[in-house]
């Protein structure tokens, strides 16, 4: 709200412009989450919208002008937030058992990504608007340190699937026929990628 406030419109207006990104978020998150989910992809369907985010953070703080700035914010919440949704299910993919490490997992990545609600109200001082420099660079640098996250995240499941293809152990991988549906079992277990 306090970015969208240096729009230049009256509190109520600028509460109403607040709405919009975060309704599309829920749209493309939700598209976004079934297309990966349907399709079995990850890594796309996290860093796509990050380069959406990233583009985003760099038009806010490069201009003044109400319209870009708009887009900008118009792509910011959903870039962001699409990608983490799918995040959250190659993190669970990857670490398929056993469930007490992928819970820790789990909750470990909510903390950290959670932490950033320490220091983001700091980030965003009325001295800085409209263009919020710092906080648009600290945005971009951390989707961009997400999106070198996941390519290396990919990069090794890429690398333990090619040690299944050779038949070799791979921890925590599901082995045929041991909880996994009869479809799936005759395929083999591999990693989402």
């Not at 009325?126 to 710092?134: D, E, K, L, Q, T």
């Amino acid at each position: 709200c306090i970015v969208v406030a240096t729009l230049g419109y009256s509190k109520i207006i600028s509460l109403c412009l607040t709405a919009p990104p975060y309704c599309l978020a829920v749209i493309t998150a939700f598209l976004n989450a079934l297309h990966a989910d349907r399709t079995g992809e990850r890594f796309f369907h996290i860093t796509i919208p990050l380069l959406f985010a990233v583009a985003a953070f760099i038009l806010a703080a490069a201009t003044t002008s109400t319209a870009p700035r708009y887009v900008a914010m118009m792509l910011m919440v959903p870039g962001v937030y699409t990608g983490y949704v799918v995040a959250l299910a190659w993190i669970s993919n990857t670490i398929p058992r056993p469930p007490a490490k992928r819970a820790a997992a789990l909750a470990g990545i909510n903390a950290i990504s959670n932490a950033s609600s320490i220091y983001a109200s700091y980030m965003y001082p009325s001295s800085a608007g409209p263009r919020y420099v710092v906080a648009m660079s600290v945005n971009c640098a951390t989707a961009a340190l997400a999106i070198i996250m996941a390519f290396t995240l990919r990069m090794i499941l890429v690398r333990l699937n090619k040690k299944l293809d050779r038949g070799e152990h791979v921890e925590g991988a599901v082995s045929a026929g041991q909880g996994i549906p009869g479809e799936a079992a005759k395929k083999g277990f591999r990693f989402l990628l």
